[in-house]
């Protein structure tokens, strides 16, 4: 079956270090996309990549970084940097972000926790 | 002014019951909409897209949307208690550079037995 596969599906992390949340896609999308969502909260777009080997900053980028080396991978890594990282983090794909038909499809998320 | 919101709710309807989600988009540019559903601690589902002014039907869910007013709506026929979930309106924008949808914050439905 096609989907996204994130992981892990929970993650403990002490303040200070990095942590990369991993996320693969088997739907030959070209689009994906790094959400986090807070508590009572929308879902705000971190970083998003058209193509391989190219990445777009979102609107809460600082303190995140990407890479899209493979169509099917986009994984996403949570720096010291990032001052309030504990969230629940999505990562989505589409078929294209020049298909305006082009609903997201999200994986089942990343709970991370930091303290 | 944001890109799209929400009444807040929470909403509280009965089993049987018709319940009525709505959303406003700024952008008049605004060519897709999309309803997910997002039950508590899981990933959102989409339910409802639509693209015309008018009326989208799929099963118990109606989507309304009218672009002259910037105005879509989810109605829930016969609200089951499995229903209840947070409900979130996607927007996208045609020739947008980012390609991107824009979430409200969510309404959160609960139907009640």
């Known amino acids: 079956d096609g989907g996204i596969t994130q992981s892990p599906k929970y993650l403990f992390r002490k303040e200070g270090q990095n942590v990369t949340l991993s996320c693969e896609q088997n739907?030959?999308?070209?689009?994906m996309y790094w959400y986090r969502q807070d508590p009572g909260q929308g879902l705000r777009l971190i970083y998003y990549?058209?193509?391989?080997?190219?990445?777009q900053k979102g609107d809460i980028a600082e303190g995140y970084s990407v890479s899209r080396e493979k169509k099917e991978s986009f994984p996403l890594t949570v720096t010291s940097a990032q001052k309030n990282p504990t969230a629940f983090y999505l990562c989505?794909?589409?078929?294209?972000?020049?298909?305006?038909?082009?609903?997201?499809?999200f994986g089942n998320g990343t709970r991370l926790t930091v303290t | 002014q944001k890109e799209v919101e929400q009444n807040s709710g929470p909403l509280s309807v009965p089993e049987g019951a018709i319940a009525s989600l709505n959303c406003t988009y700024s952008?008049?540019?605004?060519?897709?909409f999309f309803w997910y559903r997002q039950y508590s601690g899981k990933s959102p589902e989409l339910i409802m897209s639509?693209?015309?002014?008018g009326d989208k039907e799929d099963g118990r869910f109606t989507a309304q949307l009218n672009k002259a007013s910037q105005y879509v709506s989810l109605l829930i026929r016969d609200s089951q208690p499995s229903d209840s979930a947070t409900y979130l309106c996607?927007?996208?924008?045609?020739?947008?550079?980012?390609?991107?949808?824009?979430f409200g914050r969510g309404t959160q439905l609960t139907v009640w037995p």
């Open positions: 989505a794909s589409s078929m294209g972000s020049w298909v305006d038909d082009s609903p997201l499809h």
């Open positions: 739907l030959n999308h070209d689009a």
């Open positions: 990549s058209q193509i391989v080997n190219d990445f």
């Open positions: 952008d008049r540019v605004s060519q897709s």
């Open positions: 639509i693209y015309s002014n």
């Open positions: 996607a927007v996208n924008k045609r020739g947008s550079t980012l390609g991107r949808l824009y």
